[in-house]
């Protein structure tokens, strides 16, 4: 694994390894990705103090969130039907969380059914919720959710339409997804890709497909199209509070408003998240928004970060500005996409190498050290 030391080297192989339109499917973001670069920008922007003569430090990387323990305070992002960037890509990232106890998000969109990955995540399972249309089906998949082992429920607020991909569009995929002899090329292209699929069988919306009144292909992906397009207002957050008892967390909130009224509404956490860049093209860098949130929401309201996380020391960076937690989503896919199976526990071993790394530079053993961390001017 010495050829990919860092995540930006397995995106390169992943982007070789891929059909076309699957790397697209997991690379691009909105419109002219200006969202996609400024979250990059964005971390880059923010710098940490050295600090020097403090003797042997042995970083500890263990984390709590909402009274449970975490291998480190990073975790998986929910990736739909991310089975077409990776055959069972689900399941050996669950596998990985599980491995490493980091927390593994499970889409609503999935490609694997929640029963399974529940098992497979060992406890590290946490579910993410696109509110359906047809509320029987949100109080069907939490009551699964929960017995299949899944401790928090992350409730996307942030796609109230689809957005337009376009470096999607120009690969060819549509939405709802379907066979076309362009991709049917794309895949011939890349055999390792192309026999792990076969292998597999082709991706299916496996969490929803149960739900729907046909089991093909099509008919499935329609009816998952139509339920998931976002119905989601205050109102059905408050009769989903009742569905769900554990921890729930808002995923998408980027705006002071929207974070206190999730904060009167009985939310326990948020998720600052343009979406990975995939929403608005226009919207800021969660890192950006962060410290207007906290102001605002108090200390003790959980406050998680995702987009455009690449590296251990973007984790120290977006903690040292006072977020609890941070998810990556590309990261941990591009590491299946490139190794297969195995390249969920890759992308784990680097970003907790590069964590400790970074947190010896900065002096500190504990997360709980890192007020004053940024350097002036950050
Ligand atoms: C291919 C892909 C599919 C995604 N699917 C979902 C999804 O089903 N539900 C969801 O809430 N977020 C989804 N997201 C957003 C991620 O959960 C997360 O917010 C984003 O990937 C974070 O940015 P990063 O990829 O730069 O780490 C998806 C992101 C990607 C790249």
Redesign the pocket.
Known sequence: MRRYPMVEDLRAKARARLPHFAFE????GTGTEEC?AR?RAAFGRIALEPRYLRGALEPDLTASLFGKSYGAPFGI??????SL?WPGAERALAQTASRFSLPY?L????GETIERIGEAAGGMGWF?L?TPRDETVAVDLLARAERSGFSVL?V?V??PVPSRRERMRRAGITMPPGVSPRLAWQAAQKPAWTLATLRHGQPRFKTMETYAPARDLASVAAYVHDQVHSVLDWAYLDRLRTYWKGPMVL??VMSVADALQAKAAGVDGL?L??????QLDAAPAPVEALADIRKAVGDEMALMV?????CGLDIVRALALGADFV???????YGVAALGPGGGDHVAEILLEETRNVMAQIGRERFGELEGALASGS
Do not use: C, E, M, W
């Open positions: 499917y997991l690379d691009a996609l979250n992002a929910p990736v739909g039907l991310a960037i998000t889409s609503t969109v999935g993410q696109y992350l996307t942030d796609v995923k998408g998720l998240s343009n979406h990975g860049g995939r995702d987009s455009g996380v690449r998810l990556l989503g590309r990261a941990f896919h």
